[in-house]
C-alpha cells in the first residue's frame, strides 16, 4: 500500500533561516505529491502539488522536487518568518484517496 | 470562488449520542471525501462520494456513515459516540473523482464526553 514518512519534528527555527522538511513514499505507479499545510485551529490548506516526475511545485517562497529515483518530495524555504509557524504534511494520491505523513510542527522564533 | 465550508464548528456529545456533521463543496466540485485527525492516528481516510454514491470507504466500522445530496453537499453521521471519536473532522472537495487535487475546509471539531 502507499506510505508517507516525513521527517518528525519539532523543528524550531529563528527568522530568516532556511527550512527543509524532509519527506520519502512508497507508492504503485505514479502518484501525485502534495504538501498541506495547518495553522493552529484551522484545517489544511493546499501548499503546493507535482503530479510527474522532476516537477517542482512551488507557493509563497516553498518548493519541493518530484524525485521519481529517491522517492521523494522535500519541502525547502530559504527564508522562513514567524507567519510560517504550523503543521506541515506531505501526502500522497494514485487513487481516490490522500495518504498522510504523520506531519511536522515548524515554529519559527522572531 | 468559495472554499469548502463545514458546519458546525464544534460539537460536544456524550456517549451513545449521534452527531451530523455538514459539508459543502466548492461551486462546481462533485467529489467529497471525509478524513478524520487524531493525534495517535494522525489523518485517516472516512469515505468518499461522487455523484451521490458512496465510491469508496475506509477502514471505518459501520457507526461511520454518510451520504450526499444532488447539489454535492455531504453529511457525515456517527452514532453511538464513543470517547475515541474525538476529533476533527476534514471535509474535502474535488473537482473529479480519481486523483485530482483536494481542498479541505477547517473543519468540525467534535468532543465527546
Not at chain 1, 505529491?33 to 495553522?39: D, I, K, M, R
Not at chain 2, 473532522?89 to 474535488?94: E, G, Q, T, V
Request: charged share 15%; net charge positive.
Amino acid at each position: 500500500g502507499n506510505s508517507v514518512t516525513q521527517m518528525e519534528g519539532p523543528v524550531t527555527l529563528s527568522e530568516e533561516a532556511f527550512l527543509t522538511i524532509n519527506c520519502t513514499y512508497t507508492a504503485t505507479g505514479y502518484p501525485s505529491l502534495f504538501w498541506y499545510v495547518q495553522y493552529p485551529g484551522e484545517g489544511l490548506q493546499l501548499l503546493l502539488k507535482a503530479t510527474k516526475a522532476d516537477d517542482k511545485g512551488s507557493n509563497k517562497g516553498f518548493e519541493a522536487t518530484y524525485r521519481k529515483e529517491t522517492t521523494s518530495f522535500h519541502l525547502e524555504k530559504g527564508s522562513v518568518q514567524v507567519s510560517d509557524s504550523a503543521v506541515y504534511f506531505c501526502a500522497l494520491t494514485n487513487d481516490y484517496k490522500l495518504s498522510f505523513g504523520a506531519g511536522t510542527t515548524v515554529t519559527v522564533r522572531a | 470562488k468559495a472554499g469548502v465550508t463545514q458546519t458546525p464548528r464544534y460539537l460536544i456529545k456524550t456517549r451513545g449520542q449521534q452527531v451530523t456533521l455538514s459539508c459543502s463543496p466548492i461551486s462546481g466540485h462533485r467529489s467529497v471525501s471525509w478524513y478524520q485527525q487524531t493525534p495517535g492516528q494522525g489523518l485517516q481516510f472516512l469515505f468518499e462520494y461522487f455523484s451521490e454514491t458512496q465510491r469508496n470507504k475506509g477502514n471505518f466500522p459501520g457507526r461511520f456513515s454518510g451520504r450526499q445530496f444532488s447539489n454535492s453537499r455531504s453529511e457525515m453521521n456517527v452514532s453511538t459516540l464513543e470517547l475515541g471519536d474525538s476529533a476533527l473532522y476534514l471535509c474535502a472537495s474535488k473537482a473529479l473523482a480519481g486523483t485530482d487535487t483536494q481542498y479541505f475546509g477547517p473543519g468540525t471539531r467534535l468532543t465527546v464526553l
